[in-house]
């Protein structure tokens, strides 16, 4: 089993970055595919981006250029870098992990962008 963990969130102007974490601890976490979600206010939930085991990520088209994923499969950490961030990127974001019929989820991280 896999316990996820998010952090870094938080309140943040338009125009300025936050990197969020996503740590993980129980099972192997090099062999799960990770990914990054996040639900607004009122909205349903959303793909942000994923990185696999073997190192291919992707990010949603709408969010290129602007927000990154990476993964340090030694430290069992996952990680969003948003730049550039507007008030339309508030929302919960959430971690999640899946490897077969395994899906799990954090309790997610706050990120509100307003001046």
């Known amino acids: 089993q896999v316990q996820l963990v998010e952090s870094g969130g938080g309140l943040v102007q338009p125009g300025g970055s936050l990197r969020l974490s996503c740590a993980a601890s129980g099972s192997i976490f090099s062999s799960y595919v990770m990914a990054w979600y996040r639900q607004a206010p009122e909205k349903q939930r959303e793909f942000v981006a994923f990185?696999?085991?073997?190192?291919?990520?992707s990010v949603s088209d709408s969010l290129k250029g602007r927000f990154a994923i990476s993964r340090d499969n030694a430290k069992k950490t996952m990680y969003l870098q948003m730049n550039n961030l507007k008030p339309e990127d508030t929302a919960v974001y959430y971690c999640?992990?899946?490897?077969?019929?395994?899906?799990?989820w954090g309790q997610g991280t706050q990120v509100t962008v307003s001046s």
């Open positions: 999640n992990a899946r490897r077969d019929k395994d899906d799990y």
């Open positions: 990185s696999t085991s073997g190192g291919t990520t």
